[in-house]
């Protein structure tokens, strides 16, 4: 492999685009998980569930935008049929964040006997947004299968993401709330984290088998031994996090933040082992990311702009999430 | 049903709802800016306040122009793959730019300027109020590039069937971006302004005679007094621009169907594709040539020189005829209300009563003139590049169908609830007057200037 310019730049923007992915899954994926907790939560809690996330959300979901961006700017093929393929699942998505979206703003605007409702429509629009994400990781895992077998498996894979983002959702509340809010949210983490790794482990069983091309990437020597720490890690923080979990909320709030960032570092893991299963591949089994690509001069106009501004998003993003650091209060206007 | 028209048709309602909350969100959040500096040069609470009434407007449109907008980057693949297979190299950078400059910018901002008041010092929520307001015309600046070069394509070379660029200058300074831009910003502030007196009225209507009030009334009234006339202006400006680069257009525009001097200004007509010729017409003679090339023998391009290669007249005839007549009435209403304020200090209840429903009036031309746009640019999806039907994904129309229905009946539902939440919010205010509470100034927070400072 010779490393000019036409083969660098389709491998530079799948590390971007597996970064956005990656940074959407974990900050999306504590707020969607906040609108699934809705459905334990109770009307008082709402209102602080909400304040913890106010400020953030709209930035979280530009995430995603970014991730298809990229996907369509630097890989029109593959969007093309991966979208194609996706088309019910991803209408599903759409109406989901579409109805959590608005009813964010929405609960908070309506005269008061109307809130009730709309909190329901957050909680839906949740749901239906994280079962469809998962359902299209799934989905693609399999190759773009959508028969019986990957309907089923699909299914499967969202409600292992549906109760990873529950988890992530909890171990924010911990970072974000205190008194009788925290208390049950680190309840809530227990429970979701059980199905979180279930779900996981079902993905990693059932990805190498899904596909020979991957099997034999898995289970040849040495690879099998680089690729080995990815699991491995992955268990030591679950089962870690878990044991954590009857010890929180700690005295004077020690270590709040700590769940969040475990959770964090497992989305990485699993996500790391993803992109070496598929790696070159952007439609599984289809097309090498150097097939999908744009041309090069295209691509290279992108990354220039990128390099510049994408580490002051970054710097800002920071920055906002500092103006609202500390425990949540109620949100207002002001 | 055929997958092309109803994927049109499902791309048609995204779009069109989604333009809705841009075109509030471009100029509302300069307004807002306005309010805010206004309030920090005179320490009058009441620009705070009408700030404060008008900033939920802003986070409710924002967040349905977010989400209705993420819906359309994902129906690029998911309905029109060809689209991006065949122009993705040029198309790809102008989104990408979009994303990178704009979008990041508005969203993390926008947390602080709507929540962050007694978290952060006055002059970064100032700072943070120019950031999505500058972040929202960003955005509005890509997104008119990509659609102008759509129409008026530039800048390119065609290799193996595939556009690729060649001057990137020339691309994003394609032929009719300027005058698009302008005509779509001043669009923009004529939406709001429309809704501030619109909404004011009704406040005024209901007996609302605080400082807030007039001040939002007298902001919209005399912004869209002003902003009219040049957008008029603007909008032939334009239209001369699209006689010269997509006359089959113009020839549509004015249900012209054969090339010739002295060419006639149709005022109502019903055009008739299939016998060519206009039913109950009613014209002034030689208008169209005065207006297009001021000499009542100039030649106006007619359909007979576009066989089959031009847009459908009906619609796009009748949308411009509706974005010009909407554009006539608020130049009459804003100029009356502003004579009004401004001798009498007051406004005459039936005008009151025609403002309240013209508060939609931006709404109705900005979508009467981008279906007058987009409509006549078919049959291509890009000028001479590729064509709407060569674009379309291989979805099967039941899933289009069922889809569409589902989004047409979210997109009312949502548009009866944000129109709702709007008289709400109006009618709140109305009843909360001057004593409406006044949460970061009255509790004194750390950085918050006290009044006059």
């Given at each position: 492999m010779t490393y000019d310019w036409p083969t660098l730049l389709p491998l530079i923007f799948a590390g971007l685009m597996g970064l956005a992915i990656l940074i959407y899954v974990i900050l999306d994926g504590f707020d969607l998980g906040i609108g699934i907790l809705f459905s334990v939560a109770e009307d008082a809690e709402q209102d602080t569930m909400i304040a913890a996330i106010g400020p953030f959300w709209d930035a979280n979901e530009t995430w995603l935008v970014l991730a298809v961006g990229l996907l369509l700017v630097a890989f029109p093929l593959a969007h093309g049929t991966i979208l194609t393929a996706l088309y019910i699942p991803v209408f599903l998505l759409l109406l989901g964040l579409i109805l959590r979206g608005v009813a964010f703003d929405f609960r908070a605007k309506v005269p008061a006997g109307k809130k009730h409702r709309w909190n329901r429509i957050f909680l839906i629009g949740s749901v239906i947004a994280s079962l469809a994400q998962g359902y299209m990781l799934g989905v693609y895992v399999l190759g773009l299968d959508v028969g019986f077998g990957g309907i089923a498996f699909g299914a499967l894979v969202a409600l292992c993401l549906a109760a990873a983002y529950a988890a992530m959702g909890a171990a924010w509340l911990i970072y974000k709330t205190e008194g009788e809010l925290q208390k049950k949210a680190v309840r809530w983490l227990r429970t979701a984290l059980v199905l979180a790794a279930l779900g996981m482990a079902a993905v990693s069983l059932a990805t190498p088998f899904a596909s020979p091309r991957i099997f034999d990437k898995w289970f040849v020597w040495p690879e099998m031994l680089y690729l080995s720490p990815l699991p491995i890690l992955s268990a030591v923080l679950f089962a870690w996090l878990w044991r954590q979990t009857f010890h929180l909320p700690k005295p004077d709030d020690r270590g709040a933040l700590t769940p969040f960032l475990t959770l964090a570092a497992i989305f990485a893991l699993g996500f790391a082992g993803l992109a070496w299963s598929f790696y070159p591949f952007v439609v599984p089994d289809r097309l090498t990311i150097w097939q999908a690509a744009s041309a090069p001069e295209s691509l290279a106009i992108i990354l220039a702009g990128t390099v510049v501004v994408l580490p002051i998003i970054i710097f800002y993003s920071f920055y906002a999430y500092r103006v609202f650091g500390g425990k949540a209060t109620d949100l207002t206007y002001d | 049903m055929d997958p092309l028209i109803l994927s049109r048709i499902q791309f048609g309602a995204n779009i069109s709802f989604h333009i809705l909350f841009p075109s509030i969100t471009i100029a509302l959040g300069w307004v807002l800016l306005f309010f805010k500096l206004r309030y920090n040069a005179t320490g009058d609470s009441a620009w705070m306040r009408a700030y404060f009434t008008w900033v939920k407007v802003f986070a409710l449109s924002f967040a349905m122009g977010v989400v209705s907008g993420v819906t359309m980057s994902f129906q690029f693949g998911t309905n029109w793959p060809g689209y991006m297979e065949k122009v993705g190299n040029i198309a790809g950078p102008l989104l990408a730019y979009e994303i990178l400059t704009a979008f990041f910018l508005e969203a993390a901002f926008l947390g602080i300027m709507l929540f962050g008041f007694r978290r952060v010092s006055n002059r970064i929520h100032t700072l943070a109020t120019v950031l999505v307001a500058g972040g929202t015309t960003v955005s509005a600046f890509w997104i008119i590039v990509l659609n102008s070069w759509m129409q008026t394509p530039a800048g390119f070379e065609m290799r193996d069937g595939v556009a690729h660029a060649v001057d990137w200058w020339a691309i994003v300074f394609n032929p009719s971006m300027p005058y698009r831009l302008v005509h779509m910003l001043l669009a923009s502030g004529l939406t709001v302004s429309f809704l501030i007196a619109g909404l004011s009225a009704l406040r005024y209507l209901y007996g609302d005679r605080s400082e807030s009030m007039w001040k939002a009334l007298r902001t919209g009234v005399f912004t869209a007094a002003i902003l009219i006339p040049i957008q008029i202006f603007a909008g032939d400006q334009h239209g001369l621009n699209t006689l010269e680069h997509q006359p089959q257009k113009i020839a549509a525009m004015e249900a012209n169907w054969n090339t010739g001097p002295n060419v006639p200004l149709v005022l109502f007509a019903l055009p008739d594709e299939a016998a060519k010729e206009n039913k109950f017409e009613l014209a002034i003679p030689d208008g169209a040539s005065l207006i297009?090339?001021?000499?009542?023998?100039g030649v106006v391009p007619g359909l007979n020189d576009y066989p089959g290669n031009h847009p459908p007249v009906f619609p796009v005839f009748w949308s411009f005829r509706i974005m010009v007549g909407t554009g006539i009435l608020m130049l009459i209403v804003s100029w009356s209300a502003a004579f009004f304020l401004k001798r009498h200090h007051s406004l005459p209840k039936p005008l009151a009563l025609l403002m309240v429903p013209m508060a939609l009036s931006g709404w109705l031309a900005t979508l009467a003139g981008w279906y007058t746009t987009e409509i006549g640019r078919q049959p291509w999806l890009v000028t001479g590049v590729l064509k709407t039907a060569d674009a379309?994904?291989?979805?099967?129309g039941s899933h289009v169908a069922l889809t569409l229905a589902i989004y047409l009946v979210l997109y009312v539902l949502l548009l009866i609830a944000y129109l709702g939440v709007l008289v709400h919010l109006a009618l709140k205010a109305a009843k909360d007057?001057?004593?409406?509470?006044l949460p970061g100034v009255m509790n004194a927070a750390l950085s918050q200037p006290a009044a006059g400072e």
């Open positions: - | 297009l090339r001021h000499s009542s023998s379309v994904g291989p979805v099967a007057g001057d004593a409406s509470p």
